[in-house]
């Protein structure tokens, strides 16, 4: 093996899930939800999310605590406030000022990235965590879980940015576009990132204990 690659699979990981708030989505994006949080408590990884109690991020975090994981909630004091929206069975529960805080957080503590179909807030989540990818401010796995065909359209949008020249098409080639629990974690466990070429890290000074 190249010494200057290192696997991940040996280890345990910080696995940050994207995912929605949305109660009104179909049964089928819940279900996926759930198996994934199961998987990633069979498997002894960490689940980091957003700290909600709602949509699939409850979903998926119940399911990681049933199936005795850990799970670590980020999420911003305003929300957190509001009854019933943060998940308050969660192992470590940061509370932070602002939405872009809770991201650096997440980002920074995190090991890898999946996203599950989601709103506004996952969209934006995903493709800023790309965004650090290609600019090399991370090497870390980011699957996508294609959960319905859900993110068909967004990649479509992509490979239109890329015959118009906006993105160069190895860029997304970042992202492995998953269509099962197993393939998205199978991926992240056997990923081998490139050489550190970090052009700079995130600098919160909060890490998860």
Do not use: W
């Amino acid at each position: 093996m190249d010494s200057g690659r290192e696997s991940v699979i040996s280890r345990t990981m910080r696995i940050c899930v994207f995912c929605s708030s949305s109660n009104a989505i179909e049964a089928s994006y819940f279900r996926e939800a759930r198996l994934l949080g199961r998987e990633i408590a069979r498997r002894g990884h960490t689940l980091i999310y957003g700290g909600g109690d709602i949509g699939t991020m409850g979903a998926l975090a119940r399911a990681v605590k049933d199936g005795g994981g850990k799970v670590v909630g980020v999420i911003p004091a305003a929300l957190n406030a509001l009854p019933g929206v943060g998940y308050q069975g969660a192992d470590e529960i940061i509370v932070t000022d602002t939405l872009r805080e809770r991201k650096t957080i997440m980002e920074e503590n995190a090991d890898a990235f999946i996203a599950l179909p989601g709103g506004l807030g996952t969209l934006e989540e995903l493709l800023e965590i790309i965004t650090l990818k290609q600019l090399r401010y991370h090497a870390k796995p980011i699957v996508v879980l294609n959960t319905e065909g859900y993110y068909d359209p967004l990649f479509s949008l992509l490979q239109h940015a890329v015959v118009g020249n906006f993105i160069k098409p190895e860029t997304v080639g970042l992202v492995h576009v998953a269509v099962s629990v197993s393939d998205a974690l199978d991926y992240i466990e056997s990923y081998l990132p490139e050489p550190a070429t970090l052009r700079g890290c995130f600098q919160t000074g909060v890490a998860l204990e």
